[in-house]
């Protein structure tokens, strides 16, 4: 089905939950004025596919207008998908600048954390983003904010290998000898960043240190 070409007879002829269904579409994602369209026949912006909702989908793919919508048809800043995650930290470990700004600017709560203790920047961090763990440490975050096994964002960037981001957390008083508990091979023992990168320049920059 083009959701695009729909007709104003098709649209309302589907349920709140129908329509809260078609805000997941790239297609309608891409295009403000059918979202608006879509959410003023009283789709429900609350709708859940795959254990998330259209603003984490938005969030995810870079779709700063569709985020900023969906925030003002009442969509909680900080609401959790499934796996926890709010549209922060989805914007965050996909690298989109834009859309934290939004979110922040809406009052997100950077400091939110997952069951397993992981913050917006330690996605941002083990997925190389540094522009973003720039904005998020210039906002107030710790570089030394942990996991519940005591990781932090150095060790995960060390971990994938990640110089530049390693260089900024440092610059902002990222311990490099903070330790955590992780698994080397089958076995989980205490480690720190050094340990865990494997790139010659990572290693070469932290043991410089």
Known sequence: MNLTALTDIELDRMSPDELGLLLFDDDVLQDPDLIKKIIGLGANVLMEQKSSLSIHEAARLGYRH????LLDAGVPVDVESGANLTPLECAAAWGHLDIIEVLLNAGANIHHKIPSGEQAIHWAAVNGHN???KMLLDHGVSPNTTDNMRVTPLIM?????????CKTLIEHGANKDARAMCMIGPILRSTIALEQATDPEV???????
């Open 131 to 133: 522009d973003v763990v």
């Open 66 to 69: 569709a985020v900023q919508i």
């Open 157 to 165: 960037a060390a971990r994938s290998n990640h110089l530049e981001v």
């Open 203 to 209: 290693i070469a920059y932290l043991s410089s240190l």
